[in-house]
DNA sequence: TTGAAAGCGCTAACAG
DNA sequence: CTGTTAGCGCTTTCAA
């Protein structure tokens, strides 16, 4: 068994509350006997070594200190920036006092047990969560911040202003030259309102520029290379929609010989340390990743400190930047082969 | 405030406990009449929406269901490979019916209230922690497991065989007939007992195949590569640490015009997706990253379920494999220039 | 500033 | 199987 606040306070000779009061911090010590007393404590505390009991505080005062990080998409939490964000939050909430616990969404209703069992004191929201969910987590009126989707307008969030993005990677390839520009999602990607912006981006870039429609590549890898190496309408540059597509894309290239970016320009999205070492490096659009972590923990803090005011939601937006590499260049039409 | 188990059992006329019991499962119902009203519990809990409280519980019984993932790495905990070991982690703990709370320890002394506070009834250590955070665990008798390190072994571990994986990646350059091999580490990876390993495996394999002793390359980048092209001696095989050195070296072997692999061989460790799409792919030493979460989360709950007959330790090797792809051919000694 | 006392909601030992 | 009765260790009134 391990101390407890009742031994030090019949060492010391005083009660149980003085004890967690001294303990807590709550006593200031303004009268010198006081604070005699408050050293003593202290001193006994060290040397019993106490450490205050975290379940029963969490018991008594209703909070656990305790974040949980939901999300739905294994694959997608660690990918690339996202251990960013991830890792900033973890950072930020811990100089809060508080820790984060993974907190995987799906059928087998594991969540609930921490979400709706209490252990948690708000939740940060990664992507989109079915329904029920998000239901179930404001009829508990449980603090909540959205990452990466402002679709509820209701809740707070941070997003990353995918239509600048978008419309930043278009302008630059338009600035080259290029004239038919496709913008490539792989099919492994799930829905994600970020497709639909980057890609209004593109085309409201284009428009600027005096160009017709952007091209729109989804589906199987096979198919996206195939009609940018043999299709009627070829692009001179495309952007990929993550990482995972700039990868693929820069890979099909080397193997079918179009040499980027001399045949071909890409521009990618999020600035991994990868993409600075691909070959050549890429030229992407990139953000802040430490700050999305910084902004959410913040404003979730925020909210769970104040519910009694119930402050409205906050949102956020953060803008994107263009990082020019060696994988853009100008335009020049490949001759049909 | 929410319902609790005395509501509901002053609506349905019984005491708590009974509620309490029928609620956990603890009343098998052999009896009609107590089945009857066991079902009528659950449906006046049900109509309440009760919900158990999870503090509470963890209070009463002095256990919380959270493991806490301990790391001092930042960088590393969510790199590569490890995401499919933390995510294996995560899936394996919940199907327990515990959660895993990320734990950063640092100098900032907040891991102590998760750890040292009872937060959480057992802890995953990934990698290496300061000595004074492992002591404060076992003296706390906190139940634990070592994922990627075996040098306590008084502790339940999991380890990859780095000295197999060290030793298939040397043979298979030998049997290639390169007899330069060297072994690279970039200066910004921390000590750890696999680097050694590794190296130990690969001069052993090198032994056995009556070639010399390895180049050991370390430090900056530049040297590595300066070494590898214009060095006296020039190892016509590379052996990379991890995924940054393969992906520096591949990038640096590009920019220098050097051919991977007409004129250099590359073999990497770690099986990632990126790995695969290199150019060319990299041959690599691969391992099951699952297995190690899921090992890592059946040996701590062992040890959680059986704390009084407090087990001696677990320990599980992983056994590496090889995955031959593009980056490896024979070897050619490179003209002078 | 201090002490006494009443919880927080669930578990568990015991008697019936 | 059920009810009674103590806790678990800290917080938080309320008086003093």
Redesign the pocket.
Known sequence: ??????E??EKA????????????G??????R???E??DRIRRIAEELG????????A????RTHGIGLLYTNDAWIFEGVNTTVVNSLVRSFQDAGYHLTLTPVDDSRSWEEVVLGGQIDGCVIFQVLPEYVTEAISDLKLPLVLLGDDSDQTCSHVVVDDYAGGYLAAKHLAGLGHKKIAFYVHESVKPHCSIEQRRDGIQSAMGDAGLGEAMWLLGPEEDAVNRIIHGNVRPTGVICYSNLESTLLMHAMWQYGVSVPNQLSLVGFNDLFATKHMTPPLTTVGFDAKKIGKLGAQILLDTIDNEAIDCKPQGKIIKPKLIVRGSTGPAVERDCQ
């Open positions: 068994m391990s101390v407890t606040i009742y030090i306070a000779g005083v009660s149980s509350s003085t004890v967690a009061r001294v303990l807590r709550d006593v200031k010590g303004t009268y006997r006081s604070a007393n408050a106490y450490r205050t009991n975290a379940r029963a505080r018991f008594s005062r209703g």
